[in-house]
């Protein structure tokens, strides 16, 4: 079976360049849609912006290239893994029946070993950051391991995700440092709003679907409140990414690019439509640039004049 999945780009480099027997395993991984790589990444890489920002430092060009090979690693053995457990409710919905499990073209046994070749060479990495970091990567595989579930015992899987995917924030100052600080947490904290207000976007294209299979989501418990629901998480998004600048003492030049960050997620909460799956698809994707827009300005506020903004 080579038909592309429904929510990945007709044009996307797995179904145009890969080899047709790795096709079925870039998907597994993601690997066809990379801006949940980014959306992983992205925390980690401010994280670590903030640590050095803190310090009127740049950031260290090795630990970003190392955090963005640990997403994309972490990030495959994630999906695969929420697809072992999602297999009966995947072939259920329209958008994921195609998934390489529920369409037969991979076993549980072989999607099984991809997650944990996946998490060992995530492993080798880790090692290389620090014993606070190794120990804060150890606890995030407790997060990882119980999101697949949260959509079947609430209806905000979405902050799960927002507490697992921005786990980074926390492992790249960690890194970066040795230790943790407020800054860190209020920066973590700023996260975990933005997942969940893009990641209600997100499953706008699963609502009927999802209420079909019995799935919970912060979509479908917001109803026709989404739009102002997401707004709300991405106001308080904002106003913690601030917080942290301001107890991290940050420089003034953070400032313009986080409020393009702020006028970036307004206008995405303003165009979000509940009949309109790929318009809904379209703006959580746009959040790579929103994500990469607050790492850009954790990166200015290390220039510090006199005074702090």
Wanted: net charge positive; proline share 5%; hydrophobic share 55%.
């Amino acid at each position: 079976m080579t038909t592309i999945l429904p929510d990945a780009a007709a044009t996307n480099w797995v179904d145009r360049h890969a080899p047709q027997a790795l096709r079925p395993w870039l998907k597994l991984g993601r690997f066809d849609r990379p801006a949940g790589i980014w959306l992983l990444m992205l925390p980690g890489w401010q994280g670590i912006a903030l640590a050095g920002a803190e310090k009127g430092q740049w950031p260290n060009p090795l630990l970003l290239i190392a955090f963005f090979a640990g997403a994309a690693l972490m990030r495959a053995a994630g999906c695969a893994f929420n697809d072992i457990i999602d297999r009966d409710f995947d072939a259920q919905v329209s958008r994921t029946a195609l998934r390489p499990i529920p369409a037969g073209l991979i076993t549980v046994k072989q999607a099984w070993a991809f997650v944990i070749g996946c998490c060992l060479v995530s492993f080798l990495i880790l090692v290389c950051l620090g014993w606070l970091a190794i120990g804060l990567g150890v606890l995030s595989l407790g997060l990882v391991a119980a999101y697949p579930f949260m959509k079947r015992i609430t209806w905000w899987p979405q902050a799960w995700l927002g507490l697992t995917f921005n786990w980074g924030v926390l492992l790249g100052y960690a890194a970066a440092t040795g230790r943790l600080s407020w800054t860190a947490a209020l920066l973590y904290a700023s996260g975990i709003f933005w997942t969940l207000g893009y990641d209600t976007i997100y499953a706008v294209q699963d609502l009927e679907d999802d209420a079909l299979a019995g799935v919970k989501s912060s979509a479908r418990r917001l109803g026709d409140k989404a739009q102002y629901g997401v707004a709300g998480f991405y106001a308080a998004s904002f106003v913690l990414a601030v917080a942290a600048a301001w107890v991290g003492n940050l420089g003034a030049l953070f400032l313009p690019l986080a409020a393009l960050f702020a006028v970036h997620l307004s206008r995405q909460a303003a165009a979000l439509r509940l009949d309109d799956p790929a318009g809904a698809l379209k703006l959580f994707k746009s959040n790579t640039v929103a994500g990469l827009v607050l790492f850009l300005a954790l990166v200015a506020g290390l220039w510090k004049p006199e005074t702090r903004f």
